[in-house]
Every structure is written in structure tokens, then in C-alpha cells.
């Protein structure tokens, strides 16, 4: 079953416009994940947000997190076309931190 | 410092047959997850092994098992294919006290 839900489940923006990635997940978190894969190959790790944490940046990445709405999003500004590919947020199925659940993740397309 | 690493990297069996697929964690990592990942869907967790034992399994029939070798790599295998078992099989390492997975570049596995 999937634990998280991404929103949308695609987006088409311009180069140099904001790109906005929601999560929503089910159950009590330590942590939430945001991954990338680029046309179906592996995943690469975007950012780690802890359940006491409300915002975190990495670069053009900004991360929210509001646990008591079970949700987060993940800003990602001036997109390039480089950052074409699927975002996936992933969060861990219990507290041994072994399963990671992922939503079915948002497609995002960047034209030039 | 080289990635987790899987071979092969494309795949095509005819149902009913069985296949091995293989994965060399991260250097330093000796935890190994498996992830099977349906096209247009998010990655679903298989298993994970730590030490040479299965640790923890997701919803997945007996049909696949594994394995984890004192080098830390691991092998799945996917015995009696069906059409439904298309998929790419995704590895990830991990050392235990860390929340981040990381990902290899997967296998794309086509069932005839």
C-alpha cells in the first residue's frame, strides 16, 4: 500500500518558474524523504526532513513539512530543464527504519 | 568511490521461468533493500537484508526470495515469472544508523 500521496501527479512548467510538489501520508513519521528519478532509472536523494523540523533548503530546494496535516512540499525555484523527472516523497514504514513507503510520485516536464 | 551497482541492466524472460538479479551495495553500506517499481507507479518495498538475514518483507508471494553474501552484495530471485512481475527491480544500501538509502541504477526485468 502506498503511504504517501503526491500532488500533482504532473506538471508542466517554463524555465526559470517555481515547480510545487505536495505530499500527504498516513501514519506518525520521524522522517519524511524526497527523491528524483530521472526516465525510470534509480533514485537519487533529494533531502531528509526530521518530524521536528518544519523547513529545510538544499540549494533551489525548499522543504516543508506539517506533521500535524501529514503533509509536505517540496518547492524546487527557477527550474531548469535539467530537472525534468519524477519526484517522489518516501517515508519510513515503522520506527526500525527499514521499509521506505513512496507515494507514485509527480512527473515534472521544464520546456526552454 | 563507486555507487550501489546492479546487473544485469535490461532483462527479458518468458513466464513461468525463474531470474536471478544481482546487486553490490555502496562502499561501507551492509544493508540491501529491494524495491520493485511497476511502470507509472512508486517503488513498492520487497525485502531488506542486514547481515546476511532477512530483516524485514513487504507484501510479496514466497515466489521471491534472497539472499545476502558476507561481502554484503545481494541477489533476488524471482521464481515461476508472471506478466505481472514486469517491472524495474531497484537496489538500495544503507549503513544501519542512517535514515538515507541509496539507490542503484536498477533493473529492467520484461516478462514474455
Known amino acids: 500500500s502506498q503511504q504517501g500521496e503526491e500532488d500533482p501527479q504532473a506538471l508542466s512548467i517554463q524555465e526559470g518558474e517555481n515547480a510545487t510538489m505536495n505530499c500527504s501520508y498516513k501514519?506518525?513519521?520521524?522522517?519524511l524523504q524526497w527523491y528524483r528519478q530521472n526516465s525510470g532509472r534509480g533514485l537519487v536523494h533529494l533531502i531528509l526532513i526530521r518530524s521536528n523540523e518544519r523547513e529545510k533548503h538544499s540549494g533551489r530546494l525548499r522543504v516543508t513539512l506539517d506533521t500535524s496535516k501529514k503533509s509536505s512540499s517540496l518547492l524546487i525555484t527557477a527550474s531548469r530543464a535539467a530537472d525534468t523527472a519524477s519526484y517522489f516523497c518516501?517515508?519510513?514504514?515503522?520506527?526500525?527504519?527499514?521499509?521506505?513507503?513512496f507515494g507514485k510520485g509527480t512527473t515534472l516536464s521544464v520546456s526552454s | 568511490d563507486a555507487g550501489v551497482t546492479q546487473s544485469p541492466t535490461h532483462l527479458i524472460k518468458t513466464r513461468g521461468q525463474q531470474v536471478t538479479l544481482r546487486c553490490s551495495p555502496k562502499s561501507g553500506h551492509d544493508t540491501v533493500s529491494w524495491y520493485q517499481q511497476a511502470l507509472g507507479q512508486g517503488p513498492q518495498f520487497i525485502f531488506q537484508y542486514y547481515e546476511e538475514e532477512e530483516r524485514q518483507r513487504g507484501n510479496f508471494p514466497d515466489r521471491f526470495s534472497g539472499h545476502q553474501f558476507p561481502n554484503y552484495s545481494s541477489e533476488l530471485n524471482v521464481n515461476a515469472l508472471l506478466l505481472g512481475d514486469s517491472a524495474l527491480y531497484l537496489c538500495?544500501?544503507?549503513?544501519?544508523?542512517?535514515?538515507?538509502?541509496?539507490f542503484g541504477p536498477g533493473t529492467r526485468l520484461t516478462v514474455l
Open positions: 501514519t506518525s513519521i520521524n522522517n
Open positions: 518516501a517515508t519510513y514504514l515503522n520506527q526500525a527504519g527499514t521499509a521506505l513507503i
Open positions: 538500495a544500501s544503507s549503513r544501519p544508523s542512517s535514515n538515507e538509502q541509496f
